[in-house]
Structures are given as C-alpha cells and as structure tokens.
C-alpha cells in the first residue's frame, strides 16, 4: 500500500501521463522486412498500444498492399490489440466523392488525360482487382502517370508526374474523381492531397501524429491545424559523413526537415549530444526536445561464471558497421595478448565474403565465426561476457542497450551518436576511441586480468543502467515532451513583420538588431531564431534572439558566430526570424530599414558582405576581395 505525497507512492501509470487526444505514426511506405527507422517506429507504438494508448499507423504511398500486410503483422505480433494499420490511397478508394469537393471551386480539366490505349500501360492488381494502371518512361523505370481504381473498376484518382504547365514548366497534376471517374477536384501536387486525407482522418478531434521519416517532414512541416500536434524525431546525424566538426553542408536527405525545424510542435533527437550539435549549427529552440529510443527489456540476472573472453556483435555486414575492426580486434588479443579471445557475429550483408576473407587471411578461423541472421540473436547476449561496436557512427545504438540489460559488458567506439549517452566508461561498459583496434583488444584483455567479484559488479551495473531504456521509462519521457508539444503547437500566421534596424560587427561576429512588429499575440514572451538559408538549402544556420516588449513592438538581438557564415566561400545566404508565442507561429523574410546599400553594411569577418536584395530582404555573400 502507498501513501500520496511519501516516497513509496506508485508512479502514475504512464497513460494518464499522457495528454488527451488521438495518436498517429506517420510514415511513406512499409516494406515487407523493414528494418532501422521504421522497426523504431513500429516498437514506440507496441509499446503505447500495450500502455492502454491506441495508435493509427497512416502510411501514405500507393506501392504496398496493406491490407495483406496488415494480416501478415498481426499474425506475427508486429501489430498488436490497439494498433491499425491505414493507407491514404486504401480509404480515399472508398471515400464517398462528395468529401473531395471543394464548394465554390471550379475543376479545371487541363492534364487529365486517363489510361485507356491499352498496352500503353500496366497493370497491377491486388487479390485479382486490378487497381492500378501504370505509364511508364521508355526506359521502363521511371513512372509518368498511376490511374487508381476503385473496386468497380472506375477511376478514383489520376496522377500524372509528367505534367507541363501553360509556361512550360515541368510538375505534376492530380486529380480526384467522382464515382463515374470524372474529376471534381485538381491538385498541384500528391502532397496537397495527402493534407486533405489528414483532414478526413483527424477531423476536428485533438490528434498528436509523430513523424520519423525524412521524407515526411517535407510535407507535414507545412500542415498546419488548430487540433493537430507534429511531433517530428531527427534519428540520423544532419552533416554528412562522421566528421567532428559542428558547422558544414547539410546532409542532402536531410536539408528540408533542418530546414522546417522551427515548424514543428516538437523536434525530438536520440541524445543529448545531438540535440548540442544540432544546436551548434541552427540555434537553440524550447521545441528541441531529446528522448532515446526503447527496448522491452525482461529484468533478467547478469549471471556469473561466463568466459571472460567470449564476445558477441549483432550488426549488420556492412561498411558502415566496421565488422573488420571487430575482426582486427579478435585477432589483435589473440596475437599481441596471447588470449583466445573468440566472437560471434551474428547479422548478414554484402560484406561477407570480404569478411570472411579476412579471417582467414587472419588464420582466426577457429575464434571468429560469422553466424548470419538469427531471429533469436538477442538472446545470445546472455551467453557472453562482452559484446564489441565499432560502427563508423550510429543513430542511438539500442544493441547497447540490449547488451546490457543481459549483463553482457558493451566496448564501443565513441562515436557519434549513442555510446557515450549510454555508456559509463568503466563503470557500466567501455568507449574506445573510434578506429583504436588496439585499444579495444587491450580492454578485452583486461576483462581476463578482472577478478570475477568486479566483472559481476560491472554486469550489474549494465543491466541497471538498461533499465533506463525501458518501455515504460522511455514513454513517460514522451509525456513530458507532448504535454509541452501540446502548449506550443503550431499555428501559423503572417500578421508580422520583421526590419533589421542595424547589422554591427562585435569580436568578429555579426549581431543584428531587430524590431518585429504587428504580432499582437496577447503573450508576454516571444521566443525566436534567426535562420540564414542558402538558396540551395545546402547550407543552413541560425542562432536564437532575445526579445523585450517596447510599446507595441518586440525589440530583439541576435549574435551570429562567423563561423556559420563565411566557411562556405560559393553561397548566398537568405534570413529569415521564426518566431513562436503560444500556440502560434511565424517566418519572416527579414528586411532592411531605408534600403541601405551594400556599401552600407558590414564586413564580418573579412570574408562575409552584408547586402540588401532587389525587394529589400537582409542577405550575405562570400565575398574575401572587398564590396562589390
């Protein structure tokens, strides 16, 4: 029995942690065997789905027969009770037409142009219904044109990829049809429609829909609705490749979500050192959040007796992953220790054969076995005394986490992101120095010299620090971030204005004065950040400002480092204030006061020129040889 208020009270169960509404995972296209984000995606909403927290998984790509996967998910325990899974083009299929219409618009029919030479096209059909026509490009890959059918065989929706515009400008066309497949309803592009699928689906119930896909982001960035919270999770490093530097071109697949950071109710990343870096590079925002992914974790005991030299990786074969090392590192104990250290490696890819060559170019053979894919691989942590990761960078790395919670001792390069946030270095695990072979064999053969008092002491404290990447531990995080995604949802306004009403050189950095003006908003705070944008969004950066109310208006000022604007030599850069109150929010082009000329403005740096465009906008270039 516990008492309120007395330190043996029982924690809230976590679905009353949770703020009232309905809860979607919003995703492209599942495949088949998916793995990496959407295995991530799938396991948050089990475990909100088993806390008594129903989940709609929307998928909204036309490529997968879901409700055959929805079958095969159930069967297998990937959808459990309080989960459904949902496709956009399924549901609009059996839309009643009328909900297409928008009243007092007209239907313009240029472009809509229905499948119907045949063997100008091909078809696909789903449990023997044809539902799909399909044009192809001559080269037989590239898609120009999906009719959609109903089960009736007419036409529900037409979307031509190969469009040209009256100014002859390349784009697409779609099209949403009554039911003798005539078109009621024109749209400029597939994500215009997606948004009125979200309507339908969110109605005006309260509705928090989380979005983990790059490709998502794109377009749910700009949906913006009263009773809607998006809450977008960022699981992979926004520069390219591992370098430790903090400023630089962003990562392709990535520059539309860094892009819409601002916009989102939330943005949530894995670590703590992420979210820092992140920071570094676009500014600090109260929506930035950080909440690692979880595991189910069954407590078990970490167990004794094990052999203290035999090892065990789960990773995929793949030169990301660094298997070699590993491998390297077997044969480095055994060699320069003198220990027989072995290691199974269980998990597959196109490295193979280049692995295996490497063993037994080793002669280590007989230590190191590459075991494939094994279902139950997890289970195998149990069995070993330690577990090795020598990625070239991860996203969280819950192998860490599973290791752990089985009381098998991680080693791990400390690499960006995961290992350091979960790892106490020779308290609960080791980091190595990412490419330090000889390191983690060192390590590896310490665990020999451990008396077996102080190696139960370390597979203990693993498997309590496990224990802070539960289910249950992790989605009690959730709640705190989407209590706080709930006050600061995004609705968007363009009531504002912002002037820079000085641009200044102090210590070599730029810092702008700012006056906003029009955001009546009854708040007393204003939150905000500078965004400077090249035009190819190659390069992003931003800084936040401080504000004071005077008189009606919001003064602000903002420092940019020189660092994050001249260490690109090719761009232009575009700013911009995104400014949030409450629930509402803005972006503004910043202009200049009195159109001052280029001459006018400030050199930071000895590289960056401060200029104002044609329509008076604040901009910067590159420009080391002085004003032009």
């Not at 088949?32 to 927290?53: K, L, P, Q």
């Not at 509705?207 to 977008?232: E, G, K, L």
């Not at 195998?380 to 960078?393: I, Q």
């Not at 290992?419 to 020999?448: K, M, N, Q, Y």
Request: net charge neutral; proline share 6%.
């Amino acid at each position: 029995m516990t008492t309120p208020g007395h330190d043996n009270a029982e924690p809230a169960p976590v679905l009353d942690l949770f703020p009232k509404g309905r809860y979607y995972a919003l995703l492209g296209e599942i495949a088949e065997n998916y793995g990496g984000m959407t295995s991530v995606v799938m396991h948050r909403s089990r475990a909100m789905a088993n806390a008594g927290i129903p989940v709609d998984i929307l998928t909204s790509g036309p490529g997968v027969d879901y409700v055959a996967l929805a079958r095969q998910m159930k069967a297998d325990g990937r959808i459990v009770q309080g989960m459904s899974l949902r496709n956009m083009y399924d549901e609009l299929r059996t839309t009643d037409p009328e909900r297409f219409v928008e009243p007092g618009t007209e239907c313009h029919t240029d472009g809509f142009t229905p499948l119907d030479e045949p063997g100008s096209y091909s078809e696909v059909l789903r449990s023997d219904v044809l539902v799909q026509r399909v044009k192809h490009a001559q080269n037989g890959t590239t898609v120009l044109q999906i009719d959609h059918l109903r089960p009736d065989g007419t036409l529900f929706m037409l979307e031509r990829r190969d469009y040209t515009t009256p100014q002859g400008q390349p784009g697409q066309v779609v099209y949403l049809c009554d039911n003798a497949g005539q078109p009621v309803r024109r749209f400029s592009t597939v994500d215009k429609v997606r948004y009125l699928w979200l309507d339908l689906v969110f109605g005006n119930d309260p509705s928090f829909v989380f979005s983990d896909s790059r490709r998502v982001a794109r377009y749910i960035a700009h949906y913006h609705r009263t009773n809607v919270v998006v809450i977008q999770s960022l699981h992979t490093n926004h520069l390219p490749g591992v370098a430790s530097r903090l400023v630089g071109e962003i990562e392709p697949s990535h520059r539309a979500l860094v892009r819409s950071a601002g916009h989102f109710a939330a943005l949530v990343l894995l670590t703590e050192r992420h979210k820092q870096d992140f920071e570094a590079l676009v500014g600090a925002s109260a929506s930035f959040h950080v909440v690692p992914n979880s595991r189910e974790i069954t407590p078990s005991s970490p167990g004794s007796g094990r052999p203290p030299l035999r090892g065990i990786m789960l990773s995929r074969l793949t030169q990301e992953k660094r298997v070699n090392h590993a491998i390297s590192t077997i044969a480095d104990v055994r060699d320069r220790h003198a220990l027989p250290a072995q290691l199974m490696v269980y998990g597959e890819g196109p490295r193979r054969a280049e692995l295996e060559r490497q063993i037994r170019d080793l002669d280590i053979s007989s230590a190191v076995n590459l075991a494939g894919y094994t279902p139950d691989a997890r289970l195998r942590f149990s069995d070993a005394s330690f577990s090795l990761l020598t990625s070239k960078s991860e996203a969280f790395s819950l192998v860490l986490v599973e290791s752990m919670a089985a009381g098998c001792i991680p080693i791990a390069y400390d690499v960006k992101y995961g290992p350091r946030e979960i790892i106490t270095h020779g308290v609960d695990g080791f980091l190595v120095d990412p490419g330090d072979i000889a390191g983690a064999a060192d390590v590896i053969a310490s665990l020999a010299e451990m008396p077996e008092a102080d190696l139960s002491r370390m597979r203990a404290a693993a498997a309590r620090r496990a224990a802070d990447f539960t289910d249950a531990a992790v989605l009690r995080r959730w709640a705190e971030v989407l209590q706080l995604a709930k006050l600061g949802r995004r609705i968007r306004t363009s009531d504002a204005t912002c002037t820079a009403q000085s641009v200044t050189v102090d210590a070599g950095d730029a810092v702008l004065g700012l006056r906003l003006q029009g955001a009546n908003w009854r708040y007393r705070h204003l939150s905000g950040r500078v965004v400077a944008v090249s035009r190819d969004r190659r390069v992003i950066a931003g800084r936040e400002v401080a504000f004071s109310r005077d008189e009606g208006e919001w003064i602000g000022s903002c420092t940019i480092p020189s660092t994050l604007l001249s260490w690109d030599k090719k761009t232009i850069l575009d700013y911009f204030l995104e400014v949030s109150a409450g629930p509402y929010f803005s972006e503004i082009r910043i202009k200049l006061t009195n159109s001052p000329s280029i001459l006018e403005l400030p050199r930071v740096g000895d590289a960056t020129q401060f200029y104002a465009t044609q329509f008076d906008g604040l901009s910067s270039r590159h420009s080391p040889s002085g004003p032009r």
